[in-house]
């Protein structure tokens, strides 16, 4: 990133710009204080904290296209801004630039409940749309894991997913239409109400392009009737490599369920000591497994499910009797973070997706690195859909082991590529994942990445530095860093 | 079984030297018209790179024939859960990619490329590149396969493609009730969209309302038993209608292809008009030329498009010039030289 310190003609062009936004916008949503942009100096990632230039809050689409027209003008740096959840530093402020935030376009504009769509500006929390329209019986389906804060712009940018993605998609799988704002301050609506758009799917290229493209305002979803009923199965096995199995032949097996995720015993016993879900503190490896529609329905895939898992050799199988004790299973996998965060003083927590059928040895391959690299490790998988969060136990304070979990994380997102996978699930590349891009995809591949960037950016304002590499990257930072405890946000649920 | 790749990335790259315009061609199962352009034929690139049943993701080239892959995912109880149509007809993977046709059941399962997970592609500088890959969640670079769905070939060449399955449906049954009113046949396949979990298919036509449900068997009992005095009717009348085949389709007439949000009122007009994607596509056979339709089209929020494929369209005088603008753009940062089926969305 360019830390060159600000000269004096990037000083008057700063104080033009602030100038010229005060013309437009009222003074509240412009913020120029130390004190009053500290909040937006990170984002999840917090070990990378950057002073912007100024915070910018604008009100309407009118007040972000002037935003933007003045930022082409003056050639300053746009990193823009939902709720600041994102783990992967693609809303580090950048120092020469602004953050440019959606948190007050947060109106629900329309809920349309015969095309089963709502209209909502792009700072709107992801949660909030299903509670408002939860009484006409709908909902949205994404569900990534700070839904309570994160804003659907967000979601839009880094093509959130969540527990129930195998089933219900990503973010891209789940919204009909986008309205964007360029640099040059033109709105431009990518995708429609209808099921067929003329032209490129624009939607889908702009789903996931973590701020490089333009300034999204405003999003139409899908909505989806709320399933009836919802059972939860928890299965405890004593082999790894018998849950892979299982995972695998439910899947196989013609079952979509709903959620379906598994922990590793350090995982396992750091949830139970903090939440007490009854898991059992002395299994190897738990797998949750949700399934939903109507009961009809579900009776027989539970059956099914189960006689997989005893086939498999789980050695106890637990089905939650009531919505109380479904709550409590899942209150132990939603807290892995925060009960992991308990027992170590640093945590790093790594993004990556590999093919389900490769758990089994990626995690043999992370435990054999735990061992060389003398920092344990606890892993939470979505085996739903193969994305992995192994998270890394050490202490900061312990002279050269931050440098070692680095690397030992490096080491793992190796592990995901060798296999087939990726990177990054869903946590995005952001700051964080910039160096690994280059070892994801060749130089061509990163070459046409960059023209298509420029197609929209010639002068790189759009989130500089961020998800795609310039030709002399190589940052080897790739993962989230966690001090005592301190979780960014730690008031969300984690997955 | 083979792999061109070589050839066919010789054959782009040569191309773009000599700015010689190419048509990409794959079974021909659906063109009625085309360029007179140098072809560059993608059947011979063919086979099955990767199937993984458990991972519900299979790897094909883009000149393997849709009833191949078809039949090896059958053996595994798999399809593609956007039907594709014209197996029959010599369809190819890569052109069911690149003009993005789906079948009924698109407003239930997803279009064409809500099943795309990953490509690789020649550019039109004769680069192979690889986007995405074989797993669905999967957020580093830009998601540019997506894009490919529809995009007939001018964002690059298909050379091969991951695709996400889906278990295949153990029942499905197809039902049907008068409706006179096709107002009345709208709402009855909105409300059922919303209260029948197991509805793949939805269809107005001519007085009857036709569905279609697929799933467990007690979910599709469940959702059928809950209609009450329906009829029951063959599933093929939709394999009729994805294929053309359903008599409407046998007209002399000009067919237009309307999209519109699927509760839209039933737009009045004198022609025959069969409402298909439980009201989200209405296909309308006219004499009217299409850019009144068009106009209409758009005023309520759709679009109009020739039923007839046909490579000397361009869907760019359809939107504002601001958004042509973009879509140019980004053609010429994949395809410079504007040889790639150059008309599409090439001025």
């Not at chain 2, 049907?176 to 269809?203: P, R, W």
Request: glycine residues 10%; proline residues 5%; contains cysteine.
């Amino acid at each position: 990133m360019n830390n060159t310190s600000i000269e004096s003609t990037d000083l008057d062009s700063i104080q033009t710009l602030q100038a010229q936004l005060l013309s437009v916008l009222p003074e509240d949503c412009v913020i120029t204080s130390s004190v009053r942009m500290a909040p937006y100096e990170c984002d999840g990632l917090s070990a990378y904290k950057k002073m912007p230039q100024m915070v910018v809050l604008p009100e309407s689409i009118e007040q972000v296209q002037a935003v933007m027209r003045a930022c082409q003008q003056t050639k300053t740096p746009i990193v823009p801004r939902g709720a600041g959840t994102c783990l992967s530093g693609g809303a580090t402020p950048h120092p020469e630039g602004i953050v440019l935030s959606v948190a007050k376009l947060n109106q629900i504009l329309t809920i349309d409940e015969a095309n089963r769509t709502a209209t909502v500006q792009s700072g709107v929390r992801n949660l909030a749309i299903s509670e408002a329209v939860a009484a006409l019986g709908l909902y949205y389906a994404p569900d990534p894991s700070s839904q309570i804060a994160c804003t659907i712009g967000g979601n839009v940018a880094e093509n959130a997913g969540g527990v129930h993605c195998l089933k219900y998609g990503l973010t891209v799988h789940n919204v009909m239409q986008v309205k964007v704002v360029t640099l040059s301050g033109k709105v431009l609506t990518f995708g429609s109400e209808t099921l067929d758009t003329p032209g490129y799917d624009l939607l889908a290229l702009l789903t996931g392009s973590e701020g490089m493209l333009g300034m999204i305002v405003e999003v139409v979803v899908k909505l989806l009737p709320s399933p009836p009923m919802a059972k939860v199965l928890m299965a405890v096995f004593d082999d790894l490599g018998k849950a892979g199995d299982a995972v695998a032949q439910v899947v196989a097996g013609g079952i979509i369920p709903a959620g379906f995720e598994l922990m590793d015993k350090p995982a396992i016993r750091a949830v139970e000591e903090f939440v007490h879900a009854g898991y059992p503190t002395d299994a190897e490896v738990i797998l949750l497994c949700e399934l939903d529609g109507i009961e009809a329905d579900i009776e027989p895939q539970l059956s099914a499910v189960t006689r997989i898992f005893k086939e498999c050799g789980a050695v106890d199988l637990r089905l939650a009797k009531d919505a109380a004790e479904r709550t409590l299973f899942w209150s132990g996998r939603k807290n892995a973070f925060p009960a992991v965060g308990r027992i170590s003083p640093d945590y790093y927590c790594m993004d990556g997706t590999i093919p389900r059928k490769s758990l089994a040895y990626v995690l043999r391959g992370i435990a054999t690195l735990s061992e060389k690299y003398g920092l344990p490790v606890a892993n939470v998988f979505h085996a739903g859909d193969g994305n992995l969060h192994p998270l890394i136990l050490y202490d900061a304070n312990t002279l050269g082991e931050l440098e070692k979990t680095e690397t030992f994380g490096g080491k793992i997102l190796d592990l995901c590529i060798e296999v087939g996978g990726t990177i990054t699930g869903e946590h995005g590349v952001g700051l964080e994942k910039v160096g690994h891009m280059c070892a994801q995809f060749n130089d061509i591949e990163l070459a046409q990445f960059r023209q298509i960037r420029k197609a929209f950016d010639p002068d790189d304002l759009l989130n500089p530095g961020k998800a795609v590499p310039t030709l002399n990257r190589c940052a080897e930072f790739n993962g989230m860093h966690v001090h005592d405890g301190q979780l960014p946000h730690p008031e969300l649920e984690r997955f | 079984m083979a792999n061109i790749e070589r050839v066919l990335q010789a054959r782009v790259a040569a191309a773009y030297q000599n700015a010689s315009p190419l048509t990409i061609q794959g079974g021909g199962s659906k063109f009625v018209a085309g360029q007179a352009n140098e072809i560059i034929d993608l059947t011979a690139h063919c086979g099955i790179v990767d199937y993984s049943p458990s991972e519900l993701v299979v790897v094909v080239r883009a000149g393997t024939s849709l009833q191949e892959l078809q039949k090896e995912l059958s053996k595994n109880d798999q399809i593609l859960g956007f039907e594709p149509p014209y197996a029959d007809k010599g369809a190819t993977i890569g052109g069911v990619i690149a003009t993005g046709f789906a079948g009924s059941a698109r407003p239930y399962r997803g279009g064409v490329r809500d099943y795309i997970l990953g490509a690789k592609i020649v550019n039109g500088k004769g680069e192979v590149l690889q986007f995405g890959g074989k797993v669905m969640k999967n957020v580093a670079g830009f998601d540019l396969f997506r894009p490919m769905a529809g995009a007939m070939g001018s964002l690059g060449v298909l050379l091969e493609v991951s695709m996400r399955l889906i278990p295949k449906p153990i029942v499905q049954a197809a039902r049907q009730v008068a409706c006179a009113d096709a107002q009345k046949g709208i709402e009855l396949m909105s409300s059922l969209g919303k209260n029948c979990l197991s509805l793949t298919a939805a269809y107005w036509y001519q007085g009857y309302c036709t569905l279609r449900f697929s799933g467990s068997e007690q979910a599709v009992a469940h959702d059928v038993e809950s209609l009450g005095e329906f009829s029951a009717v063959s599933v093929s009348q939709f394999v009729q209608l994805d294929h053309r085949q359903h008599p409407f389709f046998e007209t002399a007439l000009p067919i237009v292809r309307c999209s519109v949000k699927p509760a839209q009122s039933h737009l009045n007009f004198p022609d025959d008009q069969l409402i298909d994607w439980g009201g989200g596509q209405r296909f309308v056979a006219t004499d009217t030329p299409i850019t009144m339709l068009q106009e209409q089209l758009h005023s309520l929020g759709g679009s109009a498009v020739p039923l007839d494929v046909n490579r000397n369209y361009s869907p760019l005088a359809l939107m504002p010039t601001s958004l042509a603008d973009v879509h140019k753009a980004l053609r010429s940062a994949i395809d410079p030289k504007r040889i790639l089926n150059p008309i599409y969305c090439g001025n």
